[in-house]
């Protein structure tokens, strides 16, 4: 749904790190470091957009943390000892803190979503039937290709820590588009 400017909303989603920036409070973007870095140069990048002289999209960044669930990047939250690195972990923290019911809730606001998550964490987005038809990029491994054009998701091989150059480069266009 495009707001009362004409702008696309897009939220960029990605999971957290075991690089952490910042000691005590800082907000979710400011706080991740490591593999989260290509996102936030992304988010930079499509958040100062211009098209036609006017910013091409709003864009909101979150990151689901090992211990707080989904977190906008704007919430301030403090470093945490144990960081969620497999399938096991994971299905714990979803137990625990419901990352996938916080994001089905917040993702019908945005016109897009972007996700850069382990193939394991995807999986269980799917599984869950986590977000709406046709309004998912997904950066993910090809063993989700058919899942993603079953929905009608825009699709791109996991390159990179989390995105890649050519994917990002590629979205940034796919957004533009569409704006």
Sequence with gaps: MKNGTNLRSVLIITNDSTVFLKKGLATAFEMFGGRTEEIKNFVAKLDTAQKNGRKMCDVSYGVISTRFGFVPGNYVITNYDNVMSKKEDYERVQREKDYLGQL????????RIIICVPND????????????????????????????TKRNWAFFERKGARLGNENAEKIFKLIERES
């Design 104 to 111: 089905k809730q917040i993702a019908i606001y945005f016109d």
């Design 121 to 148: 964490m995807f999986a269980m987005m799917l599984e869950n039937e986590t977000f709406q038809k046709g309004k998912v990029i997904a950066i993910t491994g090809k063993a989700f290709k058919e899942d993603c």
